[in-house]
Each structure stands twice: as C-alpha cells, then as structure tokens.
C-alpha cells in the first residue's frame, strides 16, 4: 500500500496570512501519462469532503484561486494565499495511483 | 446534476452484515472513465477507502485490504446503483459510510450524503 504522510497535525492561521501543509507518498505517485495521481481535500465542519485540488496542481470547480497545489514525485504541497474564516476544517490528501486508494491523516486548519 | 443517494439500516448487529446501497441519478454506473466507490470515516481510523467497482469492457472491484476478505461491492445496471455488502461486523466497522464517485483525471467529484452506522447488539 502506498502510505500518505501530512504535517502538521495542526495549523492555527490568522485571516489574511498564507499557509502552507506538506503531504508525502511512500512511492512516487507519477504515472506513465504524466499526471502525479494526488488529490486534495477540504471537509469543512459537519459536512462530508470536497475537492480542492486534483492531478497535484489543478484547481477543481468553483474553488477560490487562492488554493493552489504543487509538488512532485513524492512530495506535494497544499499553498493556501491568504486565509479566510470559511477555510477551517480538515484538509486530506489521497492519492489515487493505486489500489488499494489510500489518505492522508489530515490536517486540521483552525483560525488563531 | 449528478446526486447519490444512500440508503441502508443506520445499525447492525455484530457478526452479521452491513448493507448499504447508493442509487445514481445524473449519470450511468457503467460509465466510461468512472469509478464507484465506498469510503467511510470514524475517529479511530479516519478516512477510509473500502473499495470500488467500474467497467472497462467488463465489470472490475478492488478493495481495501482491511477489508478484501469481507467485502463486496457489485454494480446493479437495471436499477442505476452500486452496494456495499461487509459481512462478520464488529463494533470497529462503526463509521459514516460515504458512496463517492470518482473521476478519472477529476478526482472525487460526487459525495453521497453519508450514512452512519453503528455496530451495536
């Protein structure tokens, strides 16, 4: 199985500051077609996840463009540029190379 | 719009089987270049992947290793849907049960609305 690693655990933010969460792969998560399979997550308090990002670096329908995502290989990068009240919740990487599918630990992001 | 609607018993009893089913409406299950898939979440083991099914000529399933011994997910074309059958359950298959659709080359782009469900006598 391909484990995800996030960090932190926690982030307390203040509006209007950028913030940034790490989430590493235990192989290489590009494929053949030149996609990096890994896609980021929001679930925002009582409410199931929703996509952020998806292939690493594409912003998905309706997400604000100051969300953004890099990375390579094995490392990836969920930037957020200035933060808002509505962004707290539960961030989640997952990558989507192979089966068995398989996310990260999360990353709770709370406003200071 | 696409939408998935869950539907199954919100408690199980131990050792016997969890059943859920997800009816689509907005799109096919036999859709190219989507996969159906369960996914659930509780506090012990977070978010979850259990498995999914999908066609590429003909039907596949892949499941979670936790899981593969006690899992089932099959595809029901006549009524548009796709299920979650778990046998042999016990107090740690306690969880909010999501259906999901993925996309390929869009990631998960529909959620269910979740079901939760207790492993309780």
């Known amino acids: 199985d391909i484990l995800m690693t996030q960090s932190p655990l926690s982030l307390p933010v203040t509006p209007g500051e950028p913030a940034s969460i790490s989430c590493r792969s235990s192989?290489?998560?590009?494929?053949?077609?030149?996609?990096?399979?890994l896609d980021w997550y929001l679930q925002k308090p009582g409410q199931s996840p929703q996509l952020l990002i998806y292939?690493?670096?594409n912003r998905a329908s309706g997400v604000p463009d100051r969300f953004s995502g890099s990375g390579s290989g094995t490392d990836f990068t969920l930037k957020i540029s200035r933060v808002e009240a509505e962004d707290v919740g539960i961030y989640y990487c997952?990558?989507?190379?192979?089966?068995?599918?398989?996310f990260g630990g999360g990353t709770k992001v709370e406003i200071k | 719009q696409v939408r998935l609607q869950q539907s199954g018993p919100g408690l199980v009893k131990p050792s016997q089987t969890l059943s859920l089913t997800c009816d689509i409406s907005?799109?096919?299950?036999?859709?190219?270049?989507?996969?159906w898939n369960w996914i659930r979440q509780s506090p012990s083991r977070g978010l979850e992947w259990l498995g999914r099914?999908?066609?590429?000529?003909?039907?596949?399933?892949d499941y979670g290793v936790s899981v593969k011994s006690r899992i089932t997910i099959s595809p029901d074309t006549s009524k548009n849907q796709f299920s979650l059958q778990l046998k042999s359950v016990t107090p740690e298959d306690t969880a909010v049960y999501y259906c999901?659709?993925?996309?390929?080359?869009?990631?998960?782009?529909?959620w269910g609305q979740g079901t939760t469900v207790t492993v309780s006598s």
């Open positions: 999901v659709r993925y996309t390929l080359y869009n990631g998960i782009d529909v």
């Open positions: 907005g799109d096919t299950v036999s859709s190219n270049r989507r996969t």
């Open positions: 099914t999908y066609y590429e000529s003909k039907w596949y399933s």
């Open positions: 192989q290489s998560l590009l494929y053949s077609d030149g996609n990096h399979y």
């Open positions: 292939l690493g670096s």
């Open positions: 997952m990558q989507t190379l192979a089966a068995p599918l398989t």
